[in-house]
């Protein structure tokens, strides 16, 4: 077991003062944790600190949004049932809001919370987790969906252009015909993959591999809920994205030559 001693003379804190404590250096990848559960909160911000983290928390989905606002967090653990608004409402304000639109969301969710699951992917949710869990597993699936939304370090920025559609990968950027057309973080992993491999069919199996990164316990109509957001976001290019029946999906190269 590591030594923790750096942390070891900061005051156990109420859950409403621990997100006024910044903790480690700025190089540290911030983490806002919203969820009721106080003895929840406490496990979990001690071992993500112990991780390395900078975490904030916070014990009701208004609060989170305001901290989310004012921190700018690398990544969101979003528990479901909150005392005023629901994790979903909180999700798809986030996911509205230009300035944490690309931040990934990890939902926590109850076991057999079926529909909330998927409701949780349809606003935009990058993954989840079904409670109870174990805190390790957490921070590799944290660290994990981190790295997937990390710019591709030493490749030449990457802008593609099929017909109307420009997809800047270093910008995180997609338009159609000139026009911005806002993704999630999954969403745009999603057509970026789906655009790098053009003309191949990708079998759902092999997307929620290389899109949602591992081996999750992710039902493969997920995808087609992402896949059909997706091509409504597009519009006009949306289908570009075919459907082979029976297999995945395939980016169709289309006209090139702009
Ligand atoms: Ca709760």
């Known amino acids: 077991m590591p030594n923790a001693s750096p942390n070891r ?11 006024a404590q910044v903790v480690s250096t700025s190089s540290s990848p911030k983490l806002l944790i919203v969820e009721d559960e106080t003895d929840l909160v406490r496990t979990l911000e001690y071992n993500f600190r112990q991780a390395g983290f900078e975490v ?3 014990t009701s989905g208004r609060e989170g949004l305001r901290i989310a606002a ?19 409402e909180v999700c798809r304000l ?14 926590l969710t109850a076991r057999g919370e079926e529909v909330d699951r998927v409701v949780g992917f349809e606003i935009g949710a990058d993954d989840y987790v079904t409670k109870p869990f174990s805190v390790r597993e957490l921070v590799l699936r944290v660290r994990a969906v981190l790295r997937r939304g990390e710019p591709s370090s030493g490749r030449p920025a990457e802008v ?3 017909g109307q559609l420009t997809i800047d990968s270093e910008a995180h950027r997609v338009h159609v015909e000139g026009r911005e057309v806002l993704l999630t973080a999954l969403e745009f992993r ?12 990708q079998t759902r199996e092999t997307l929620l591999n290389d899109v949602w990164g591992l081996n999750l316990n992710v039902e493969t109509r997920t995808i087609d809920t992402h896949i059909k957001r997706l091509r409504e976001k597009l519009g006009k290019a949306g289908s570009l994205i075919e459907t082979v029946r029976g297999v995945g999906y395939r980016f169709g190269a289309a006209d090139e030559s702009i």
């Open 9 to 19: 003379h900061r005051p156990v804190t109420k859950p409403e003062d621990a997100h």
């Open 70 to 88: 004012a921190k700018g967090p690398d990544l969101v653990l979003l528990d479901l049932m909150l005392p005023d608004l629901q994790g979903v």
């Open 160 to 162: 593609v252009k099929l």
């Open 94 to 107: 986030l996911k509205a809001d230009p300035k944490t639109r690309t931040t990934p969301v990890i939902i």
């Open 190 to 201: 999603l057509l970026r993959t789906l655009v790098q491999r053009r003309d191949r069919v």
């Open 56 to 58: 904030h928390t916070a």
